[in-house]
T-cell receptor, first 111, second 112 residues
Framework: DAKTTQPPSMDCAEGRAANLPCNHS???????VYWYRQIHSQGPQYIIH???NNETNEMASLIITEDRKSSTLILPHATLRDTAVYYC????????????FGAGTRLTVKP | NAGVTQTPKFQVLKTGQSMTLQCAQD?????MSWYRQDPGMGLRLIHY???????DQGEVPNGYNVSRSTTEDFPLRLLSAAPSQTSVYFC???????????FGQGTRLTVV
């Protein structure tokens, strides 16, 4: 699976959009981009995933560049409860079990 | 719908002891997996299963055994606990294909 690179930490003001970048320059054509987050020491929580088109759900938006070498997770109106570690993961289609978690980005939402 | 349930939540073991971490899911998911998370690090895959009777090794399988006799349960067994196995263990399950994985709340294990 492709390696991902994320900044170790980011801050965001409450109510503002949080934009979390992820580089995955070696991504293959059949690899999807997934985002999970981990609040405190809880189990990771799925946020969103995509292949090449931009995706949006009730939690966030995922913007994938045209060359698929990077992506951005957008939390449109960050709240204090969005403070967490965010993981960007790429994995081969249908390989549910092999998600390689890096260190992620620790997002701190400040009042 | 309970989702993924892990027991116990906390456990302290002495070096050399054995124990089983339990994981159960009620969503009829084919895929189940075990991860460990050391302080300040991401999760690392220990073992996984694509269905009842089928298991395989992940990134860090040494010192752990698994079995999958039913769809619902995927226990992780530590054969002879070592201090290096002190970690938080997470179980996850998912359906086949491009779907989200559901994680349990974790078991915090300390080996002294």
């Amino acid at each position: 699976d492709a390696k991902t690179t994320q900044p170790p930490s980011m801050d965001c003001a409450e109510g503002r959009a949080a934009n979390l970048p992820c580089n995955h320059s070696t991504i293959s054509g059949n690899e999807y981009v997934y985002w999970y987050r981990q609040i405190h020491s809880q189990g990771p929580q799925y946020i969103i995933h995509g292949l090449k088109n931009n995706e949006t759900n009730e939690m966030a938006s995922l913007i994938i560049t045209e060359d698929r070498k990077s992506s951005t997770l957008i939390l449109p109106h960050a709240t204090l409860r969005d403070t967490a570690v965010y993981y960007c993961i790429v994995r081969v289609a249908n390989n549910n079990n092999d998600m390689r978690f890096g260190a992620g980005t620790r997002l701190t939402v400040k009042p | 719908n309970a989702g993924v349930t892990q027991t116990p939540k906390f456990q302290v073991l002495k070096t050399g002891q054995s124990m089983t971490l339990q994981c159960a899911q009620d969503m009829n998911h084919e895929y189940m997996s075990w991860y460990r998370q050391d302080p300040g690090m991401g999760l690392r895959l220990i073992h996984y299963s694509v269905g009842a009777g089928i298991t395989d090794q992940g990134e860090v399988p040494n010192g752990y055994n698994v079995s999958r006799s039913t769809t619902e349960d995927f226990p992780l067994r530590l054969l002879s606990a070592a201090p290096s196995q002190t970690s938080v263990y997470f179980c996850a399950s998912s359906l086949q294909g491009q779907t989200e994985a559901f994680f349990g709340q974790g078991t915090r294990l300390t080996v002294v």
